[in-house]
C-alpha cells in the first residue's frame, strides 16, 4: 500500500514552496506516469502536489507569440485545440498517439517531457516544432528550448523547487505537412519502439527521432543533405540517419530492429512531407 502526502495545489507559489523545501516531493498532473512509477517502485515520493487546479497552468491560448500549452492541460484538450489541427497538426498527431482515448483524458504534455521518456511521443513533435519550455520557480521564470529540456533518461533540466509552467509553439508556424510516425508492438496500447517526427518547414524539413537514443534527437545528417546538399532521393537521406542515433535492444525491440525501422519511417516522412 502506497503512502504518502498529498496537497491539492491552487497556488503556484504554495506549489514552489512545497518543492523546495521538501525532500521527495513530485507533482502530480495526470497522473498516468507518476502512480505506475510509484506502484513500481520507480518514484518513492513522500508528499504530491496536485497541480492541476493551478490557474496560471490552465492556460491554452494562441495570441502573437503563438500557442502555449499550460502544463495542466491535458492531451485531448490540445488534440482538440483548433490552433493546434489547423496550425501544428504533427502535434495533435504526437498526443493522439499516447496510450488510450481515457489515458489522454488526464495525461498531459507536461507530465510527459518531464517524466523524460527517451520514448515520450509528444518530444519528438516538440522538437521538430522548435518548442520552447517555460519553467517557473520562486527563483523566477526561465524559458529554454525543448533540445536543452531532456539530459538524460529521466532527467530534465529542472532544478529543485522549479515546474514547467507551459509549452509554447512559436510563430512563425512551420509552411508544410508534419508527420509523426510510430511504430511499436501492438497497434493501440504501448509505448514508442520508435518513434519519428517530420516536419516541413516552406523548402526545408526538420526531423526528430524517440526511443533511440537516451534522449530524443534530431536527424541533422538527414536534415543537412536534404537542407543544404538538396538530396532528393528520400531513400539515401533516409539512410543517413544510422549517423544521428544510437538505439539499444531492449524489450520494445532489438537495436538492429530500431536501424531499420527509423530509416523506413524517416523514407516514409520524407515522402509524406516533402513529395515523392
Ligand atoms: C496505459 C498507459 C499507456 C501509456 N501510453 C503511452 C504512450 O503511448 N506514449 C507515451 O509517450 N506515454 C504513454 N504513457 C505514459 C503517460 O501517459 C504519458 O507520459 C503522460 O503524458 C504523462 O502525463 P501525466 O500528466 O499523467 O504526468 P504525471 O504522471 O502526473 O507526471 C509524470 C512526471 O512528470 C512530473 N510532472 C508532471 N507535471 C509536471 C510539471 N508541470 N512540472 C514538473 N514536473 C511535472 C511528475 O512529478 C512525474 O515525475 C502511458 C501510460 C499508461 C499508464
Not at 503512502?3 to 491552487?10: E, L, M, P, V
Request: hydrophobic content about 40%; charged content about 25%; glycine content about 10%.
Amino acid at each position: 500500500m502506497l503512502s504518502y502526502d498529498y496537497i491539492k495545489c491552487a497556488d503556484l507559489n504554495l506549489a514552489f514552496q512545497e518543492l523546495e523545501e521538501g525532500e521527495q516531493v513530485y507533482p502530480l498532473a495526470g497522473g498516468t506516469d507518476l502512480i505506475v512509477g510509484m506502484r513500481g517502485g520507480k518514484f518513492a515520493a513522500k508528499t504530491l502536489i496536485d497541480i492541476k487546479d493551478v490557474p496560471e497552468l490552465n492556460v491554452l491560448k494562441e495570441d502573437d507569440q503563438g500557442i502555449t500549452i499550460g502544463a495542466a492541460i491535458t492531451l485531448n484538450e490540445v488534440t482538440g485545440f483548433t490552433p493546434v489541427r489547423e496550425n501544428v497538426p504533427i502535434l495533435a498527431e504526437g498526443c493522439h498517439s499516447v496510450g488510450s482515448y481515457s489515458i489522454r483524458n488526464r495525461a498531459t504534455i507536461a507530465g510527459n517531457i518531464c517524466n523524460a521518456s527517451p520514448a515520450a511521443d509528444t518530444a519528438a513533435p516538440l522538437y521538430a516544432l522548435d518548442a520552447v519550455i517555460n519553467i517557473a520557480g520562486s527563483g523566477g521564470n526561465r524559458s529554454i528550448p525543448i533540445k536543452e529540456f531532456f539530459i538524460g533518461p529521466g532527467k530534465t533540466a529542472l532544478n529543485k523547487g522549479e515546474l514547467v509552467q507551459s509549452v509554447l509553439i512559436r510563430k512563425p508556424y512551420p509552411k508544410g505537412k508534419g508527420i509523426y510516425l510510430k511504430a511499436s508492438r501492438t497497434g493501440s496500447v504501448d509505448l514508442a519502439t520508435v518513434g519519428v517526427a517530420v516536419q516541413r518547414w516552406g523548402d526545408q524539413v526538420k526531423i526528430a527521432i524517440g526511443a533511440v537514443a537516451a534522449t530524443p534527437v534530431r536527424a541533422f545528417s538527414v536534415e543537412k543533405a536534404v537542407n543544404e546538399a538538396g538530396e532528393k532521393r528520400w531513400a539515401d537521406a533516409a539512410r543517413l540517419v544510422h549517423e544521428d542515433i544510437s538505439p539499444i535492444t531492449d524489450l520494445r525491440g532489438s537495436r538492429e530492429y530500431r536501424y531499420h525501422m527509423v530509416e523506413v519511417l524517416v523514407r516514409r516522412g520524407l515522402e509524406q512531407t516533402m513529395g515523392v
